[in-house]
């Protein structure tokens, strides 16, 4: 692993701290009192699990055999009840649950379309769906995957799978069919819930033709639901008679009752989410229902201090984890009214985000270092012409933030008044587990400071012994917490090689961390093959598949370089066929190929071409010493090598490419 010290040191420049914001101190003091209460994790969990509610009480907290965690053992409940029927007693119903605004811009109107569903809408709508899943044949324990637009259906879709006990696994809008079948035949789904197309920078990305291509090669699946979302003008269909049905005419013809949900036990599988690995198969992380629940919903209202009357927005989509946690489950759990954005933040002008928190006078901002990265680049102008005031709350995800980035976030968006929440945690974590508590922690510009309440974090060296203040190391978690994910569907071994055999009985995060005098967490990114881009996980290995899946490649090594808006891009390296012309056309064919194939996140932002790539004599790509090249730095040892002279060649290559 490379020395953190050096890596961190730019951050710790920065000395300027920021004490608890007064604005939010009159909810401090409870906040304060969970780090005590934390202190204990077992017991604190099974308070924080008596904030929602349960059909049949839990016996036992956590039951713990390393890696296999259970949470509320004997308790049954359903996380749509929690979501969306319990508010309708507490004086919410006429509550907005959702504002939704869509992509394109409407004649005569500031922004776009936008919809507003009470929790008395969402819980016509969510009954409508799951009575119509029901009619199709969905039963507790069938998969059914959701490829779909941002839009309020979406959220609906994932309540009504989880209203019948069916889990439901999420496929990112922008992946492509190749993509969006593997994670449907991994996990057997047997149904698939799309759109016929959905908007992205005034373009109408083909959702339902991208779903029709993957179900040719997806036998289990029976049922293809479409929501119309664009139109037939727009976007002509043909649905496919016997399997396809249209989501407005399956919930017309579904009862108008309330549809019963179905309890199941805390362990009951939620939802499956895939997320890209080193070995090129996409892991399918299983999350189960009660300790989700709870860890996302007791996350949530103590992270960014949730209001009553708080219009809370976090900009992810819900193909995603964050989208997942902090879109659905707990802010809505939580009885908190969610903003959704359908399309691109720069769209149809770079002050779009500015707009939306103007209009919908949004008071909690939850979004990517990547966004913030890109808004400091268009300009201080864009923020400048709307009325920010109503912000009250900031919050970073996905990436650590740099520093630069976390001064002008707070001093531009925030006006100097607002806390900043940076977050770290993960897909697999299903929660935040690291972060300031609003009103109590003070904060330093690109740390996200300590662990929440009831998380025992800690930094380790290679024989996993604690390193002192001061030192950086591995990123480590010693004890379970509920929103963790109980294994990898279909594959308990590879989940416990992945996460818990680096240091035995604890939970490897496959991050780098370092720890300042202070004790603040500094997080430092990936130390494996697994990328951060723009906030989205892909995996090397993923993408070097793709690459070699095109008949001119013969071998290719994908990297990541620090990118200054993404925080890392993808630089692939590759060797091609012989009799292949390596031009410009051919990079061009190679970039668009990774793209069609795994979709546009994946699409590399450089390729190299070169004779060979550097190999130990053992046949091992040397992706260290391609690294190393790409960041300009002292090449390591060499000597293993098949051929050095092969090393020198690529840095040449790739040094006149640069200049």
């Not at 004997?74 to 749509?80: E, P, V």
């Not at 009357?309 to 009214?337: E, F, K, M, Q, R």
């Amino acid at each position: 692993m490379q020395n953190p010290s050096s890596t961190i040191s730019a951050l710790l420049q920065e000395h300027r701290r920021f004490p608890p914001s007064e604005s939010i101190a009159s909810r401090a003091n409870a906040r304060a009192d969970l780090y005590e209460r934390g202190r204990e994790p077992v017991g604190f969990w099974a308070e924080m699990a008596r904030g929602i509610d349960w059909h049949t009480p839990f016996t036992k907290t956590l039951e713990w055999n390393a890696p296999w965690a259970k949470w509320f053992i004997g308790g049954t409940l359903n996380a749509s009840v929690n979501c969306v029927d319990r508010h309708l007693a507490d004086g919410r119903r006429t509550r907005a649950a959702i504002i939704w605004e869509g992509e394109p811009s409407v004649p005569g109107n500031i922004g776009g379309e936008v919809r507003v569903l009470t929790y008395g809408d969402l819980h016509r709508e969510v009954n409508r769906a799951a009575h119509a899943l029901r009619d199709l044949g969905i039963a507790k324990g069938d998969r059914v995957a959701i490829y779909m637009p941002m839009v309020p259906e979406a959220v609906i879709a994932m309540l009504a799978c989880a209203r019948i006990g069916a889990p439901h696994t999420v496929i990112f809008g922008g992946f492509a069919p190749e993509a969006i079948r593997d994670r449907v035949n991994d996990c057997g789904a047997k149904a698939i819930i799309t759109a016929d197309g959905g908007y992205r920078r005034g373009n109408v990305v083909p959702l339902y033709d991208n779903v029709a291509k993957a179900a040719e090669g997806a036998p289990t699946v029976q049922k293809v639901l479409v929501l119309r979302r664009v139109g037939e003008a727009v976007r002509p269909v043909t649905l496919k008679a016997g399997r396809d049905v249209w989501w407005h005419e399956a919930l017309d013809a579904a009862p108008t009752s309330i549809c019963p949900p179905e309890m199941v036990d805390s362990e009951h599988p939620l939802y499956i989410l895939y997320t890209s690995g080193t070995t090129g198969k996409p892991k399918g992380m299983l999350h189960t229902t009660g300790g989700y629940l709870v860890g996302t919903m007791a996350t949530a209202r103590a992270v960014f201090d949730l209001k009553d009357d708080d219009v809370y927005w976090c900009t992810a989509d819900v193909g995603w984890v964050t989208g997942h946690s902090y879109i659905v489950y707990g802010p809505l759990a939580n009885g908190a009214t969610c903003l959704i954005y359908e399309g691109a933040p720069d769209f149809p002008d770079k002050d779009r985000f500015w707009q939306i928190v103007a209009k919908h006078r949004v008071s909690i901002l939850y979004t990517a270092p990547t966004a913030i990265r890109s808004f400091m680049r268009f300009g201080d102008a864009f923020p400048a012409r709307h009325d920010l005031s109503s912000l009250r709350l900031l919050g970073t995800v996905g990436e650590p933030i740099n520093p630069e980035a976390w001064i002008w976030y707070h001093e531009k968006i925030g006006h100097g008044r607002c806390p900043i929440v940076d977050t770290w945690w993960q897909t697999e974590t299903g929660q935040i587990l690291i972060t300031p508590l609003p009103g109590v922690t003070t904060t330093k510009p690109g740390s996200a400071t300590f662990p929440f309440p009831g998380i025992q974090a800690d930094v380790v060296d290679e024989q996993g012994n604690p390193v002192p203040l001061g030192s950086g190391g591995y990123l480590v978690i010693r004890h379970p917490w509920p929103g963790m994910a109980r294994t990898l569907w279909g594959d308990d071994e590879r989940y416990r090689e992945t996460y818990w055999s680096r240091f035995p009985g604890i939970y490897f995060t496959g991050d780098g961390a370092r720890r300042d005098e202070e004790g603040y967490f500094w997080l430092l990114g990936r130390v494996d093959d697994v990328l951060n881009v723009a906030g989205h996980r892909i995996g090397t290995m993923e993408v070097e598949s793709a690459l070699v899946s095109h008949p001119s490649v013969a071998e290719a090594a994908v990297i990541g370089v620090t990118h200054e808006i993404k925080g890392q891009a993808l630089a692939a390296f590759v060797t091609p066929r012989a009799g292949i012309v390596a031009d410009d056309r051919l990079i061009d064919t190679l970039k668009r190929h990774v793209a069609t194939t795994i979709g546009p996140i994946a699409r590399p932002d450089q390729i190299f071409i070169t004779a060979e790539l550097p190999k130990t004599r053992s046949a091992k790509i040397m992706r260290r010493l391609l690294r190393d090249i790409a960041e300009g730095r002292v090449l390591g040892d060499t000597t293993t090598l098949t051929d050095p002279a092969v090393v020198a060649d690529i840095r040449e290559r790739y040094a006149h490419t640069e200049a």
